[in-house]
């Protein structure tokens, strides 16, 4: 199984220009944990704000999210591997670096994300199909 | 297991289990050729899930008579029965989708999504199949009933997401509007009834436990 065969395809969006508190507006609204920070130049420029950024960088720290910047606090670069990479290996990749979603691009192009969720979903699947390992 | 537990005639119950793998397997080829015909807007190929919808009919017809004709034992018959039909059923949600598919000019922007949809369908029948297989060996079939659950979710996701571009797509023509409504709504069951039928089978195992 690949990470293309279970990715999320929708991806939501901020421009890195807008305030925390949009970003924030959106994740509420979508109901997301993360959004992909839309910064100029390449999707390769691209960062994510999750929220637990928001929680930590922002709003623990009293500040006010509708004066702070997403692209201050967005994390970058992200991590980004081929949507054709094989489902175990995007789990190994997630536990080595420690990150709780993988872009999946094409070439230079982001075209979904795994998301832990996801990755869980992908390998319960594995295991039903009798090819996970043991 | 099962088919010891269960049986006189041993010949006569293999018969239909083989021919329930059959049945799903056919559907699994329906969406899969379904899903590429949507895919590469392939009009030929969308014709090929009528054929196929019209073999699977003639296996259920087998099926529902040999079960009826006496393979296994009575109080199940109606079970087994009931599971063939949702199967059907799925057949021809499918293939009603693929009438309105060929009578439409289907807009790109939903392409897709649509396609994604029509993949997770493919893979959820695959998963049914396994589930029949598994229930047949007597095997526990938790860890393939929640596969199928968790394909079901990942459909209704997409469901929303597909319905939400759908409306903001500009209809001309009433009945253009509603083949593509109806096209909608028939892809997106698909996945509903799959997991009914894999849900029925659960039922059917915990009848012969």
């Known amino acids: 199984?690949?990470?293309?065969?279970?990715?999320?395809?929708?991806?939501?969006?901020?421009?890195?220009?807008?305030?925390?508190?949009?970003?924030?507006?959106?994740?509420?609204?979508?109901?997301?944990?993360?959004?992909?920070?839309?910064?100029?130049?390449?999707?390769?420029?691209?960062?994510?704000?999750?929220?637990?950024?928001?929680?930590?960088?922002?709003?623990?720290?009293?500040?006010?999210?509708?004066?702070?910047?997403?692209?201050?606090?967005?994390s970058r670069p992200i991590s980004c591997v081929s949507k054709d990479l094989p489902l175990r290996d995007a789990a190994e990749l997630m536990e080595r670096d420690g990150v709780a979603r993988l872009f999946a691009c094409d070439g230079s192009r982001i075209v979904g994300v795994l998301s832990m969720m996801d990755a869980m979903a992908a390998m319960l699947i594995l295991r039903a199909r009798g090819e996970h390992v043991s | 297991m099962f088919l010891k537990k269960l049986i006189g005639h041993e010949d006569r119950e293999k018969e239909v289990?083989?021919?329930?793998?059959?049945?799903?397997?056919?559907?699994?080829?329906?969406?899969?050729?379904?899903?590429?015909?949507?895919?590469?807007?392939?009009?030929?190929?969308?014709?090929?899930?009528?054929?196929?919808?019209?073999?699977?009919d003639t296996i259920r017809r087998d099926i529902v008579s040999h079960i009826y004709e006496g393979a296994f034992l009575p109080y199940l018959r109606p079970e087994l029965s009931k599971f063939v039909e949702l199967v059907d059923q799925v057949f021809d949600l499918l293939e009603y989708a693929a009438v309105c598919y060929l009578g439409i000019r289907f807009p790109d922007s939903l392409r897709s999504e649509a396609s994604r949809v029509a993949f997770l369908n493919e893979e959820m029948c695959g998963m049914l199949r396994i589930t029949l297989q598994a229930m047949t060996a007597g095997e526990d079939l938790r860890e393939k009933r929640l596969a199928i659950r968790i394909y079901e979710k990942r459909v209704d996701d997409?469901?929303?997401?597909?319905?939400?571009?759908?409306?903001?797509?500009?209809?001309?023509?009433?009945?253009?509007?509603?083949?593509?409504?109806?096209?909608?709504?028939?892809l997106c069951s698909v996945s509903d009834l799959i997991e009914d039928a894999s849900d029925h089978l659960g039922v059917i195992s915990s009848i012969i436990k």
């Open chain 2, 17 to 56: 289990v083989q021919d329930m793998d059959d049945h799903i397997r056919l559907l699994q080829d329906g969406c899969r050729a379904f899903h590429e015909a949507l895919e590469h807007n392939d009009h030929n190929r969308m014709r090929r899930v009528k054929e196929l919808e019209r073999e699977a």
């Open chain 1, 1 to 74: 199984m690949k990470v293309y065969e279970f990715m999320t395809t929708r991806l939501e969006s901020v421009d890195s220009g807008k305030s925390v508190y949009d970003a924030v507006e959106k994740m509420v609204d979508r109901r997301i944990r993360s959004l992909l920070v839309r910064f100029p130049g390449s999707d390769l420029e691209d960062g994510v704000i999750t929220a637990r950024d928001v929680v930590y960088k922002v709003l623990a720290q009293g500040k006010d999210p509708q004066k702070v910047k997403v692209s201050e606090i967005a």
């Open chain 2, 158 to 186: 997409l469901k929303f997401d597909l319905m939400k571009d759908a409306r903001a797509i500009p209809i001309e023509d009433f009945w253009e509007g509603n083949m593509l409504a109806d096209f909608l709504s028939r």
